[in-house]
């Protein structure tokens, strides 16, 4: 069944005051839509079960990028064009440029938003990984004022966060003190170009005297949405990486994840990978760093 | 009903257009059907096969993904925008020359993202080309066509006609 246009009140206030005015005035009534790249395939498909519809697309003050000596702010509205071709988010956030470089296509990556892609909640997410072992702070908006939370307690569960129904994703702040540490950001899926991921793991970590001194551990579609993983973190953390440490870090991953079969891959296949992708990882910080 | 729609003005291919359609009417289905400009393809209407791709303020993007009241202000190339004059764009001649187009439901597609991809990179790579063009699929020539057309076109002077 198509998507009937006619079946979706869509308004666009045009300003973000006046957005969050509305979503106030009618809390839950109101869907926010930005680049579309989500909300648009359901309704072509006529699964969209959204009636009324507010656009974000456009608005100003929502699509920025704004650097600090300590971070990097990010706005809700950024596009994954944006965010690959901003130079701070290249040198300080690679793995996040990396995420940005394989969503979708080109033309996915012109209209999709940071922020949709935080709110829509896959567990697939491929900006997440990156995100949460980076230490993201999320900032929340509403007629109501700002709040801020750690990225890594935004999503609650499948497709669930902590936004109040008149609150807006605003920004996302991402520290810059990560230079240092050690980084990986691997996607696994169908193919090279437009596969979602069956498995994607990322990880920062400080080593110091062939000590792991900081270690973070994040995946998608390992779990009902994307998170750190603490457990294996733990395994690590204050460890040389050796035979045995890479043994229990296994071990803890394997017990840690709760990935599912769906039409992707399976549950079992997404468990040996991500098993393997993060001895890909161990394996590199056992190398001495090469520049990269 | 069509009384309460909000007029919407675009332009397209350098001319101003004003449609009053449904605001969540895709902008692919407005080019079509209510601007008659039928170049553009559907493929699979769900942002995976790039033939409904047009440019949207210079950059590429999926028409079907597009809610037409997000394009309210905003220019859109077509695949009817890249002839000047009565002469084809230098990609447009390089399909027609190296065999890039076969059925031709990808083709406005191919041409408008390698349009996007040239106009920032000029002489792309092999590996910049298949990027460039990994959003979008053709189902006949194989691909390998579809390159060798962009290289040909990206190897060619820049024709006085064509500057931008």
Not at chain 1, 89 to 109: C, K, T
Not at chain 1, 121 to 149: C, H, K, N, Q, T
Request: proline share 5%.
């Amino acid at each position: 069944m198509r998507g009937d246009a006619e079946a979706h009140e869509f308004v666009a206030p045009g300003t973000l005051t006046a957005v969050l005015e509305l979503l106030a005035g009618a809390p839950g009534e109101w869907t926010p839509i930005a680049g579309g790249t989500e909300l648009m395939v359901a309704h072509a498909a006529g699964r969209l079960p959204a009636s009324k519809l507010v656009n974000l697309w456009g608005i100003p003050g929502l699509r920025f990028i704004e650097t600090t000596p300590e971070s990097i702010a990010i706005g809700a509205g950024t596009t994954f064009t944006d965010i690959r071709g901003h130079a701070a988010i290249a040198s300080d956030l690679p793995l996040l440029r990396r995420a940005a470089a394989w969503i979708g296509s080109i033309a996915n990556q012109s209209r999709a938003t940071l922020g949709g892609n935080l709110v829509n909640g896959s567990p697939a997410a491929d900006s997440s990984p990156a995100l949460l072992v980076y230490d993201a702070v999320v900032e929340l908006i509403s007629v109501r004022g700002r709040r801020r939370i750690p990225y890594s307690d935004f999503h609650t569960g499948y497709k669930k966060n902590v936004l109040a129904s008149d609150e807006l994703l605003y920004a996302l702040h991402v520290p810059r003190r990560f230079s240092a540490h050690r980084q990986y950001l691997r996607k696994v899926g169908t193919r090279r170009a437009m596969a979602i991921s069956k498995v994607a793991l990322g990880a920062t970590a400080l080593v110091e005297d062939g000590f792991v001194r900081e270690l973070r551990l994040a995946a998608a579609s390992l779990a009902a949405f994307p998170a750190r993983l603490y457990r294996t973190e733990d395994a690590l953390c204050g460890k040389s990486i050796d035979t045995g440490s890479k043994r229990a870090a296994r071990a803890a991953l394997l017990a840690e994840v709760l990935p599912i079969d769906d039409i992707r891959s399976t549950a079992e296949y997404r468990r040996r990978v991500a098993a393997n992708l993060l001895d890909e990882f161990l394996t590199e910080l056992q190398a001495p760093e090469v520049t990269r | 009903m069509s009384a309460n729609w909000p007029a919407i003005r675009i332009t397209v291919n350098d001319i101003e257009r004003e449609v009053q359609v449904p605001p969540m009417k895709r902008l692919l289905d407005v080019l079509r059907e209510d601007l008659r400009l039928t170049g553009t393809k559907e493929g699979c209407g769900e942002g995976e096969c790039g033939s409904c791709s047009v440019r949207m303020d210079g950059e590429l993007v999926n028409s079907c993904l597009v809610p037409v009241l997000q394009a309210q202000g905003s220019s859109i190339e077509t695949v009817e925008g890249l002839e000047r004059d009565g002469v084809l764009h230098p990609l447009q001649q390089a399909f027609l020359a190296c065999g890039g187009a076969q059925c031709g439901i990808c083709t406005p597609g191919m041409l408008m993202a390698a349009s996007h991809l040239l106009d920032r990179n000029p002489h792309p790579t092999m590996a910049e080309i298949r990027e460039g063009l990994a959003g979008n699929l053709c189902r006949c020539t194989g691909f390998i066509r579809i390159f060798e057309s962009v290289v040909a076109a990206a190897s060619r002077p820049e024709p006085s006609t064509h500057a931008r």
